[in-house]
């Protein structure tokens, strides 16, 4: 592990009286823990347990001499192979937006060049408030990894996304990139998976294009889990505004014609093919060179299929072990078998799709079919859905493996 310094940064949130047991789970994994606290954390949780379990003095203030003279906040930020805040209150979020620094936790975000992040806490209506998602996406597109929040019940009494991710969690998305795969957690070890995400988009002239809402939130997801499963992992995507995973390798494409091509340029080496993209169906026959004029009432505008990725490597003689994706609005169990058996799938995810659900959201329920099986998942966010997914997909595949040699375990199943 070489995330061994971390600097956990308390804000003011009710979750901040979780923060003693994540402090006690990041050590048991090894780190060193230097617990900087905002003046309003001191409100939620005492230093006197932060130090106690942290076994280091906790800093809050930015003018504490004495501290200066030791370990400055330069040096603190130098330290660091990585800032966590958690929980990140609404206002830490607006401070690290805006770039100020008027205290300890926001100085050590500017000064340092490890990457920062941020396990967000707050009511659901406070969440859901644009200033807060403009500060979202603003620390997203700086590089800065937003885990969570979850959704549930909270301390306020209502129900809807806020929670901060549980500690384990937290601890889980914190040391997954890096962490050394053991054989036995990482049943995708010396495996390589590679994942479509996101939408594709087929022009029409020069500023126009068709397009869906998909997000490539599931295709990310699934492939944050492949990669703590052990997989190397080649994520093919579309247009997208989320940030690559680290670990991940990405292939950005547009149109579904690029994905196919990128797909195909890498598919040889594959074990594991996960079809999460929702490539377009159809793109303009004609793509006009020069902008469309709006000289007429009416408008038509021909359509040809695209070539169907998913089928194409499944065709493939000795191709990898397939499982696609089916967004449905209605009717999912019978589209998704039909689609199972018609494409000759190993696997397929079927979800429905409309408000709050499927496209764009945090959260998912699927249901997975094979030959001779099913399982459902429930609601759930997607990172979460995503580890229970691979863990199925890699348990299909394993068992794929062990029937068709007939022999010993694969050499990634041995223990002992
Ligand atoms: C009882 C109480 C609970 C609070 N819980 C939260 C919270 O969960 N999330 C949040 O963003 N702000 C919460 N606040 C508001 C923050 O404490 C406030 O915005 C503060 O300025 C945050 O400062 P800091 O980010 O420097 O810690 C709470 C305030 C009070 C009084």
Known sequence: MTQKNI???????????????????????????????????????????????????????????????AMGHIELARWADLILIAPATAEI????????????????????????????????????????????????SRGVRILGPASGDQACGETGPGRMLEPNEIVAAVMAPLAVPDIVQAPLAGMTVMITAGPTREAIDPVRYITNRSSGKMGFALA???????????????????PAPEGVECI?????????????????????????????????VDEKTGKIKKSTDELSIALVKNPDILASVDRMHNG?????????????????????????????????????????????????????????????????LAQDLIALIAERYLQGINADTQTELPIMMVRD
């Not at 492949?226 to 989320?242: D, E, F, N, T, Y």
């Not at 690029?258 to 377009?280: G, K, L, S």
Request: neutral net charge.
């Open 7 to 69: 600097i956990l940064g308390i804000t003011g949130g009710i979750a901040a009286y979780k923060t003693p047991e994540l402090v006690r789970r990041l050590r048991e994994r090894g780190a060193d823990v230097q617990v900087v606290l905002t003046r309003s954390a001191r409100e939620f949780v005492t230093e006197t347990t932060l130090q106690a379990v942290s076994g280091l003095p906790v800093r809050s203030d930015l003018w504490d001499k004495g501290a200066e003279a």
């Open 224 to 242: 944050v889990a492949a990669r703590q499963a052990g997989a190397k992992v080649i994520l093919v995507c579309g247009p997208v505004s989320i």
């Open 93 to 140: 979020m607006a401070r690290l937006a805006s770039g100020s620094a008027p205290d300890l936790l926001t100085t050590l975000c500017l000064a340092t060049e490890a990457p920062v992040l941020i396990a967000p806490a707050m009511n659901h209506v406070m969440w859901k408030n644009p200033a807060v998602q403009e500060n979202r996406d603003k620390l997203i």
């Open 320 to 384: 990898p072990f397939t499982v696609g994706f089916a967004a449905e609005t209605d009717n999912l169990g019978d589209y998704a078998r039909s689609k199972l058996e018609s494409k000759r799938l190993n696997m397929i995810v079927a979800n429905l799709v409309g408000k709050n659900i499927g496209f764009d959201a945090d959260e998912n329920a699927v249901e997975v079919f094979w030959l001779g099986g099913e399982q459902s998942f429930p609601l759930a966010d997607k990172r979460q």
């Open 252 to 284: 950005n494409v547009e149109s579904a014609r690029d994905m196919f091509a990128a797909t195909h340029a890498r598919i040889d080496d594959v074990n594991i093919f996960i079809a999460a993209a929702a490539v377009a169906d159809y793109r303009a």
